[in-house]
């Protein structure tokens, strides 16, 4: 690998892991403010706001400029939300802001890969990033969950500056504070990411044109056979998964008692579980097998209610890490699958823009229904009761849309399998 990629990776990887170290900032935050607990829930779709809103234009930001360059701008506007949060800005508000950046992040890491490394290279590019995301979200929530625990807190509020008085006074914002370090981190790595030889793309001032060819791609990918049903499915993973972190805080907190530090163990503990369902699907499944595995996102739905019958971590731990192992094991082969239609109908980049929107607005909608719930005084049993029903029952929904495909368009979704075949070999 060249030098440029490990400078790309460090930069992702602290980024990565002070978005998600701030997730569990701001639920505390709020938590010490005396916030309603639909506002802590409420964290989670507001992050996806942008993602959501500026979709057709980020991609193409991302090559109007050099990336390296994008990357920096973006994680600046992580530390301006960051230390909005920090000096009384409403969470809900700052971590808004955040997710502003983040959504200009997303199109440019991946798309520098394919400019500074050859083709025979991507995947394992690919790989590196997929699993340092899953270890900064792991690290990230413990890190969190540490930062506005009494040990560690105590001993950030005890740094004195001379003659500068901060203002931060309690856990939540001593972890803040830290974490802006981690984005400045992140920005100076940013700075060293080289120039590529890639010509830049003039940013079109036509916005109507640049909607109207996002929503075409949308189209076209919906339209697909196969297309639609990946789709489908890894649009309704990433909603359950992104809103997975509050869910499990939440029910930690009900369940077991536990307070932010040690439920932010558990949320890393199903990520655990996502890496190494991730691994095995990498190993044991075909690219023309992806959509045998629909039916496991039936039983993701079914075991986020049975978390309501667990009141023992010894229980919870190993649950948790097959919850999320599931997760892991469906979500590898049907994202294979998009993105293995997404370059036969349009080309990797258009195809990942797609496919943002489309998982950015299911957490968005997920986060915005669990969030709902809350505030109508649900308790986080019930919540969590009606969420896995929706899981379930759209996932039982896609399984038949399939089996409808394979009925009604059985030559064309033969077809379509073949070619997978053929590009798997």
């Given at each position: 690998m060249k030098k440029g990629f490990y400078t790309i990776m460090s930069a992702q990887f602290l980024s990565s892991l002070?978005?998600?170290?701030?997730?569990?900032?701001?639920?505390?935050?709020?938590?010490?403010?005396?916030?309603?607990?639909?506002?802590?829930?409420?964290?989670?779709?507001?992050?996806?706001?942008?993602?959501?809103?500026?979709?057709?234009?980020?991609?193409?930001?991302?090559?109007?400029?050099?990336?390296?360059?994008v990357m920096f701008i973006a994680n600046a506007i992580k530390v301006v939300g960051c230390l909005m949060m920090?000096?009384?800005?409403?969470?809900?508000?700052?971590?808004?802001?955040?997710?502003?950046?983040?959504?200009?992040?997303?199109?440019?890491k991946y798309g520098i890969l394919t400019e500074l490394l050859p083709p025979s290279q991507l995947v394992k590019a690919n790989g590196w990033i997929e699993g340092l995301t899953i270890g900064s979200i792991i690290l990230g929530v413990l890190l969190g969950g540490q930062l506005v625990g009494q040990a560690?807190?105590?001993?950030?509020?005890?740094?004195?500056?001379?003659?500068?008085?901060?203002?931060i006074d309690t856990p939540p914002e001593a972890a803040i504070a830290a974490i802006v370090v981690l984005y400045v981190g992140a920005a100076l790595f940013n700075l060293r990411i080289p120039r590529t030889t890639a010509p830049l793309q003039p940013f079109s001032a036509d916005l109507p044109a640049?909607?109207?060819?996002?929503?075409?791609?949308?189209?076209?990918l919906w339209g697909d056979k196969l297309g639609q049903i990946s789709l489908a499915t890894t649009t309704l993973f990433w909603g359950v998964s992104g809103n997975l972190r509050y869910i499990v805080l939440a029910w930690a907190a009900a369940a077991l008692?536990?307070?932010t530090t040690q439920a932010s163990s558990l949320v890393g503990v199903v990520a655990l579980g996502t890496a190494v369902g991730a691994v095995v699907a990498s190993v044991k499944m075909r690219l023309d097998q992806a959509t045998s595995v629909i039916t496991l996102g039936m039983w993701m739905g079914v075991l986020v209610i049975a978390m309501n019958f667990i009141?023992?971590?010894?229980?919870?731990?190993?649950?948790?890490?097959?919850?999320?192992?599931?997760?892991?094991?469906?979500?590898?082969?049907?994202?294979?699958?998009?993105?293995?239609?997404?370059?036969?109908?349009?080309?990797?980049?258009?195809?990942?823009?797609?496919?943002?929107?489309?998982?950015?607005?299911?957490?968005?909608?997920?986060?915005?229904?669990?969030?709902?719930?809350?505030r109508l005084g649900l308790s986080a049993f019930a919540a969590i009761t009606a969420f896995g029903l929706i899981v379930a029952g759209v996932m039982w929904l896609i399984r038949r849309w399939h089996r409808s495909n394979c009925v009604h368009h059985r030559v064309e979704v033969e077809r379509l399998l073949a070619i997978a075949r053929v590009d798997k070999h």
């Open positions: 002070a978005d998600n170290a701030l997730f569990i900032a701001g639920i505390e935050l709020l938590k010490s403010e005396g916030k309603p607990a639909w506002q802590g829930a409420a964290l989670v779709p507001m992050f996806a706001l942008f993602y959501v809103v500026l979709a057709p234009f980020v991609g193409a930001f991302a090559d109007a400029i050099p990336k390296g360059r920090l000096f009384g800005v409403h969470p809900l508000l700052a971590y808004a802001v955040v997710g502003l950046g983040a959504a200009a992040y997303s199109p440019a560690l807190s105590t001993r950030l509020l005890g740094i004195d500056l001379p003659v500068i008085d901060t203002g640049l909607v109207r060819d996002f929503s075409s791609c949308n189209a076209r008692g536990y307070g009141s023992n971590v010894w229980v919870a731990a190993p649950f948790l890490i097959v919850l999320g192992a599931i997760g892991g094991f469906l979500v590898v082969p049907m994202n294979a699958l998009l993105q293995h239609r997404g370059h036969n109908l349009m080309g990797a980049g258009r195809s990942i823009a797609v496919q943002n929107f489309n998982e950015q607005a299911c957490i968005l909608g997920l986060g915005a229904f669990y969030t709902g719930l809350t």
